[in-house]
């Protein structure tokens, strides 16, 4: 019987991309003071749920930097056989809480304020919004390539999109106010922004319990990865797959391989690992080659 386990050396998608936390923090919670003050001065609610957004990105993007650290932080206790690299989907599950939170929050407010006549100064909140839409775009662009390889970078991204779109909603629901005279615009502005960050969190929530699930990676196929593995020379059948994503970039598989009489255990293991890595991109596999008289795994029942 022969033993593979394939240790890859791909980079931390999250790690990589900790500068653009940074930058984006710092710009985001320098700002968020000066649209909570302004918020609560003009009386907007648009405006305080943009606050509210921006708020949420603080923690979220600060969650995401400590993640990041934590996730690279080497195990000293011995116990954490697989590090601490699902600290950045935790992350990831906060902003989602935390967006689904200022979501709720926000429509119950806008319900609140239906039929009552809220004094909202549009002034403040077209220029305080606009310059809010500048540094969110900022970290936009900061945050989108890291967005489609980390998880835990994707969480910190769909907030400041949220947040953005609240920005832009604060500026027209100031410029309705101020065309038509309506405060009614900035609970319905309100409303819509509550709604998109909901739809945007719900979206990733999925994402972030696939993971937690230890569903197979998207994308991935547990089907066609069996077949390809009873495909190479020397194995006569896979049983016991199994295919997970431990975090962002870094996918995991266990398998048994029953080889053909005469095979060579070791050349059976180098082309198995080399399939899943170069055609799968799973670089961290642990398979175990089994003769074909072998017995006992048809006990294990999951």
């Not at 980079?11 to 936390?21: C, I, S, V």
């Not at 609560?40 to 708020?55: C, I, R, Y």
């Not at 890291?146 to 909603?169: F, I, M, P, Q």
């Not at 029953?258 to 690992?273: I, P, Y």
Request: overall charge negative.
């Amino acid at each position: 019987m022969g033993h593979g386990h394939s240790h890859g050396t791909g980079g931390h998608a999250g790690g990589k991309h900790r500068w653009r936390l940074a930058v984006s923090f710092g710009l985001i919670a320098s700002y968020f003071a000066v649209e909570l003050a302004y918020g609560l001065l003009s009386g907007s609610l648009a405006l305080l749920s943009d606050a509210g957004h921006m708020a949420a990105d603080v923690v979220a993007l600060g969650a995401a930097l400590v993640a990041t650290r934590v996730a690279t932080r080497p195990d000293r206790t011995g116990r954490r056989t697989y590090g601490s690299y699902r600290a950045e989907v935790f992350a990831s599950l906060l902003s989602v809480l935390l967006m689904l939170g200022v979501s709720a929050y926000v429509v119950i407010e806008a319900i609140g304020r239906i039929g009552s006549t809220a004094e909202v100064s549009s002034g403040p909140m077209m220029v305080v919004g606009g310059i809010g839409l500048v540094i969110n775009l900022v970290a936009l662009a900061l945050l989108r390539s890291g967005a489609s390889e980390s998880l835990n970078v994707k969480g910190a991204y769909l907030e400041v999109v949220a947040d953005t779109a609240g920005s832009v909603g604060v500026v027209v629901a100031g410029w309705l106010v101020a065309t038509t005279g309506q405060p009614v615009w900035d609970t319905v502005i309100a409303l819509a922004i509550g709604a998109f960050v909901a739809v945007r969190a719900v979206a990733l929530g999925r994402e972030v319990f696939a993971v937690l699930g230890q569903h197979a990676p998207a994308g991935m196929e547990p089907a066609e990865v069996a077949a390809d593995l009873e495909a190479v020379e020397g194995v006569k059948e896979v049983h016991d797959l199994h295919l997970w994503t431990l975090t962002s970039g870094m996918n995991v598989a266990t398998a048994h391989l029953v080889a053909e009489s005469g095979a060579d255990d070791h050349a059976v293991l180098d082309r198995a690992r080399d399939l899943l890595r170069d055609r799968h991109g799973v670089e961290h596999a642990t398979l175990q080659v089994e003769p074909l008289d072998h017995s006992g795994c048809e006990k294990v029942g999951w």
